[in-house]
């Protein structure tokens, strides 16, 4: 199942977006997802994630203003980004675990944050 991050732009701080992760196929037995960014010149971070047994966590960074969320009738995996500043630039990617190993990364979404 390949995994395709959309949804970016260009915002003020203090706005929303809400990005997308379609699946190429069914999510329903995909236990673990997750929501990584990389901001120009930082390493590649998590964001958010879905574990196993369905929980949730985010970073420390995000919470309170983000969501993870998940429609498997439609494929799709959702970060609502809310409450959005400066430091949440970056390029945003999706990915999957399989055999406790992340997927190859796919082509992510620029999320811009202007002060």
């Known amino acids: 199942v390949q995994l395709q991050a959309s949804g970016g732009g260009l915002v003020q701080a203090g706005e929303s977006l809400r990005l997308s992760c379609k699946a190429s196929?069914?999510?329903?037995?995909?236990?673990?997802m997750g929501w990584f960014r990389q901001a120009s010149g930082k390493q590649r971070e998590l964001v958010a994630l879905?574990?196993?047994?369905?929980?949730?966590n985010c970073a420390d960074s995000v919470k309170g203003r983000f969501t993870i969320s998940r429609d498997n009738a439609k494929n799709t995996m959702y970060l609502q980004m809310n409450s959005l500043k400066p430091e949440d630039t970056g390029v945003y990617y999706c990915n999957q675990m399989a055999s406790g190993v992340w997927a190859s990364w796919g082509r992510g979404t620029q999320v811009t944050v202007s002060s």
């Open positions: 196929g069914s999510i329903f037995s995909i236990a673990v």
């Open positions: 879905f574990a196993v047994g369905g929980t949730t």
